[in-house]
């Protein structure tokens, strides 16, 4: 049973159990040396179940889904808490406090945590110093940000001895999606009803831009100026569906987002992030791309694109033992040690002592 | 001058005149972070000249070359030994100690230091007491090994759940070489002098695929069973001429170099160099690919193949403030913070009083 932990494994309570929180609690049950000891949901659907109904599995697991994250955290004391709640920093920020609180670790899919320091500096400061209060150590990751447009980035700059400019295209299909994201994304709508969203926030695309770009500039020992953002509908030529939404000919496929980081006046990073559903319905490919203008120059392709859910779910489960080992504090990908998939059994060679 | 140095420059004693430390001088004048105090080499033509005589820059840089590394090492003190004498533990394990002994960090070009743990263990414990008992650090690394078809992979993993299978494949041109590289790899014989050299240990090859290979399973927690590892001749049906060598038609062009590392009795990664002088008047397209079988799969080129001398220099270089940071000890690229290019002044930010 999940809930009954061996000395030498891991103990993780998973905090929000949505898309994102369903498929980490998959992956965590197939690796032996983790182990999910506490499950947290406020919707109140879940309560009470156990975890394994909650998730469909059609097994119980021995841990019971609460919203009680005080009696939770007292009771199961785990060495990390995985937090999959909300992308945003403001929300996240008293759930990765209470973990801390608890001498908990934390890692956090939540986008803006991958570098908050840029939108969030104070809450930013106040998180690094509880974390070092309580010798824990506060990571955000994910495929992006967390990887492909920021932390791929950074370490293919390490063979370069000058870099002039870089350039960094996900493209990416979003047929598998549900109706939240498509709906934050305009999908279906009409162009003017996408210009409207973007004025009233609420077609949001992707978040993530300014943390990739300041984790980049920061860790490459740049000051960036500013960064301008821009969201653009795809108008769609052809007819597009998915279980959730239609698009007409005319209406929006998708979200075109596009965001430059300005260092010394000049623009220095120029992320491009096009999502929509069934690209593949006008030919464009999908695939991650690379390009830093430097010495030497780099050109990196990545066809189809790292697949999105299970690639951030992976993520933040291999850098369990990183952030278990790191020094305390809010740590981000680009100041821990290098990323990597865990394979083997590494519960014994984790330290639970952190350095300094 | 590059003799003297600010405080807050990092000051580097550059060992090794030869090519690779020839364009490690020149990248590191370009540099305002990082200054040269001194220059070793023990050919007898560059000694007591200028530095800037030596590498042929038409200028005098104020540190005069010598082949007394214990006065230099004395009468300089550096942070950061750069060591590129030869490819071989058994050849740079003497400079690293003498290095390490007087206080310095040792950043290493030696294919072998990139991963010495797997042919070297005993040197390997040793490097790594002295080093923490002066309390300084060692690294081995380069474009490949120490990036390309290891630090780049284990990165990739990152982001997957499974890894089944690793292909890793770098096709280059080895045009741009020297008579001493060509010959090395065969380039121009006959396949029969080609398999005699294989036999005879004058053909070498690459130097790298058991540090490549061994480095990304200690990584992702594997337990290597054994390395397979061949050199097939590439034998040319053109003509193919450099300044230092012509292949005629059915003679060597260059050297297929294979190796395949087991895990659990099954080939787990297999690692592909091949060389050769002018690959394009085959049709061979030269560049850096890596496929990855897992979950997600991952499929990864870059095109052309990240160029090799200047990205080993850039390398070695960008690594400095890292090592400099980095705990006492003989470090891996696996080991230490994500590699990035250096790009600001970041004398300021790099502490000299090392964690643990």
Known sequence: LEGIASPEEI?????????MGSELAKLI??????RIVGALEKRPEHLGKDLGEALGLG??????????????????????????????????YPQITQAMEHGANVITTAEEMVYPWTKWPDVSTKIDRIAKEHKVTVLGTGVNPGFVLDTLVIVLTAVCAEVYEITAVRINDLSPYGPSVLRSQGVGISPS?????????????????????????ARLGLKLDRIEESRE?????THRETPYVKVSPGNVAGCKQIARGYVNGKPFITLEHPQQVHPESENVKTGDFISINGRPS??????????????TAAIAVNMIPTVVNA??????????PIPAAVLGDI????????PL
Chains 1, 2 share one sequence.
């Open 11 to 19: 103990t993780i309570v998973l905090w929000g159990l949505g898309a």
């Open 347 to 354: 519960s014994r060679t984790v330290s639970r002592t952190k």
């Open 327 to 336: 020094s305390p504090g809010l740590a981000t990908m680009a100041s821990l």
């Open 59 to 92: 097994k119980n697991l021995g841990v019971v889904v609460s919203n009680d994250p005080e009696t939770v955290l007292r009771d199961t004391r785990p060495d990390v808490v995985l937090i999959a709640t909300s992308s945003f920093v403001d929300r996240v």
């Open 193 to 217: 009803a996408f210009e409207e969203g973007v004025r009233q926030g609420t077609i949001v695309g992707h978040v993530g831009f300014t943390e990739s770009i300041s984790m980049i500039c």
């Open 233 to 237: 509908p795809i108008i769609s030529k």
């Open 29 to 34: 049950m197939e690796k032996k040396w983790i």
């Open 298 to 311: 780099i050109n990196l392709s990545i066809e189809p694109e790292i697949a999105g859910g299970i690639a």
